[in-house]
């Protein structure tokens, strides 16, 4: 492919990580996260959801650099997900970049808990009351199981390849 067909062709490089951001949110939306681990459904709810799901895919893949480029086309999608997201619920265009902007601090925030926590530098149900429940925790038994099906995601997680990761064939945690 020439200089010229590579600038101005119509593909988009970033789809390639399209299945596996699905596959994030597919598993974000799994009914057990809201119904056993009583994560509120409610917009803020999938987010924070989805967010921590997206979080650990990060986590897992952000020690290998020959994943850099795709994680930052897996973060472009995200960023134009939740830009779409905010229009369709009615957020006028003039406010848009600062809704996702603050959606991606959050994000940030949560992931810098969440790797903490899962590297036994902070206490993982915490950090879960804080970032997912947003300092509401629904009861012990829910905090409990969200926990427990976290840790067992991040566990599957190492034992997948990055191809099959990136491919989109995520654990299945909340069942």
Do not use: C
């Amino acid at each position: 492919m020439s200089f010229f067909s590579r600038i101005f062709s119509q593909d988009n490089p970033n789809e390639a990580m399209q299945p596996l951001y699905q596959a994030i949110v597919a598993e974000g939306r799994r009914l057990a996260w809201y119904e056993q681990g009583e994560v509120p459904d409610s917009i803020d709810g999938r987010f924070d959801m989805i967010a921590a799901i997206f979080s650990l895919v990060v986590i897992r893949l952000e020690d290998e650099r020959e994943q850099a480029q795709n994680l930052a086309w897996l973060t472009e999608i995200f960023i134009r997900d939740m830009d779409g997201q905010i229009r369709q619920i009615g957020i006028s265009d003039v406010v848009v970049g600062k809704h996702v902007g603050r959606m991606m601090g959050a994000l940030g925030g949560r992931m810098g808990a969440y790797r903490e926590a899962l590297q036994g530098k902070e206490d993982l149900n915490e950090a879960l009351i804080r970032n997912l429940y947003r300092g509401n925790s629904p009861g012990q038994s829910a905090v409990e199981f969200v926990a427990t099906k976290i840790r067992l995601f991040e566990t599957q997680l190492t034992e997948l390849s990055s191809a099959d990761i990136i491919s989109g064939q995520l654990p299945v945690a909340a069942s």
